[in-house]
């Protein structure tokens, strides 16, 4: 049974709705693929907290590395996919460097994750085509 993390920025726990650089902390998800259910494991606090106005330079920062926006990429490295109501290009790129999937998605926690296990199938389905 393949099982995959997905970090949620929410400030409900029930809705993905929240932008990522507004983001304090991520609820953290183990989701079963084949099942579809999950389970919240953690609550991934973010190491430095972007009050959305670009002020540390996360949006522009030229290195890239020093900027609280990679620092936040670099906290979630170790899973899959983060899901929030909107993130930017930056955020895209910084959690790309760790290969992590990032999706702009205002849903109910559940719709989103079950959107994931589709999305996951439909790339599973394809790859196997190709081989």
């Known amino acids: 049974m393949a099982k995959y993390r ?5 400030n ?5 709705n929240v932008h990522f650089g507004h983001a304090a902390a991520f609820d953290v998800y183990e989701v079963d693929e084949e099942s579809g259910k999950f389970e919240k494991v953690e609550v991934r606090v ?5 009050d ?6 996360a949006c522009g920062q030229r290195d890239v590395e020093r900027s609280s926006m990679f620092s936040a990429a670099k906290n979630l490295a170790d899973l899959d996919y983060v899901l929030c109501s909107q993130l930017g ?8 460097r760790f290969n992590v999937r ?10 989103a994750i079950a959107k994931i ?4 199938k439909k790339i599973a389905e394809r790859t196997q085509r190709l081989k």
């Open 46 to 50: 973010k190491p430095e907290h972007c």
């Open 117 to 120: 296990n589709v999305y996951r």
């Open 12 to 16: 409900d726990g029930e809705n993905v």
């Open 102 to 111: 990032a999706f702009d998605i205002a849903l109910p926690i559940s719709e």
């Open 89 to 96: 290009p930056q955020a895209v790129q910084a959690l790309t």
């Open 52 to 57: 959305g106005t670009c002020g540390d330079g």
């Open 6 to 10: 997905v970090a949620v920025a929410t």
